[in-house]
């Protein structure tokens, strides 16, 4: 799957491409669509282009018990959830289409984001586990409960450090690196080095990825954000803009 420029908006291709994973708690063979993006020939600028990753320190970081990692102020006006996958190609390019647009309207309270990051990819890597030790160390850096060091850090992890299919992935040091230059603290980094939430991560990733196969009727497709339980369109280049009016 090829890599695409970060300056354009992505529309859906007609070709996506289609995993099947067995056996995820479930009996019945789950469908792994991963959705690939083409970029129009209209060139498009990354929406609030120079805002960064989240800045306000009321934003909080919250490792849920199912995993997931709510991302806001306290009462927020709506939480969206975000699906990824730390691999995923497609959830790439809607961090740098749309990652600081979210950033900004998490910094108002207009949004929070829920993130349920899953692991299916993992076989897709070099190491055979980066997703699922990438969902790790994302679960190390919020825990330590900072929003802007966890929005640095989801940020890198899904763009500019982001991995590709097949390619050399990061290792559990570089891992920690990655989390140290957003700012976390020598105890997250000792978490990550450690693998200490790996074990915890394969077994949320994967009740993520069913979770994901619920709401979408069978089938599994990563990046999927929803409002509630209504699937947002991320082929309209206005949703994040329509979530807040």
């Not at 809607?94 to 984001?113: K, N, P, W």
């Not at 230059?181 to 978490?191: F, I």
Request: charge should be negative.
């Amino acid at each position: 799957m090829s890599e695409s420029r970060s300056n354009y908006t992505p529309r859906p291709m007609s070709n996506a491409t289609t995993y099947a994973l067995g056996g995820v708690a479930v009996s019945l063979i789950v469908l792994i669509v991963i959705a690939a993006f083409q970029w129009g020939r209209d060139d498009v600028a990354v929406r609030n282009d120079g805002y960064g990753s989240v800045r306000d320190t009321e934003v909080r970081a919250v490792l849920e018990q199912d995993g997931s990692i709510l991302l806001g102020r306290p009462e927020p006006k709506k939480t969206i959830t975000i699906f990824e996958d730390p691999l995923c190609p497609g959830c790439g390019n809607l961090e740098r289409i749309y990652g600081q647009e979210i950033a900004e309207q998490i910094d108002t309270g207009a949004l929070a984001v829920r993130y349920r990051l899953v692991n299916f990819l993992d076989d897709r890597s070099k190491s055979k586990d980066y997703s699922t030790r990438a969902v790790a160390a994302s679960r190390c850096v919020a825990e330590a409960g900072s929003g802007p060091v966890y929005s640095r850090f989801h940020t890198d992890l899904f763009t500019t450090k982001r991995p590709s299919e097949g390619g050399a992935d990061l290792n559990n040091t570089e891992l920690a690196a990655l989390a140290r230059t957003a700012g976390a603290g020598e105890p997250v980094m000792q978490c990550i080095e450690t693998g200490a939430e790996v074990d915890a991560a394969r077994t949320t990733a994967t009740a993520q990825t069913t979770a994901l196969g619920d709401a979408l009727g069978g089938s599994a497709a990563t990046p999927s954000v929803f409002d509630g339980t209504t699937k947002v369109d991320v082929g309209d280049e206005n949703w994040v803009a329509a979530l807040t009016e």
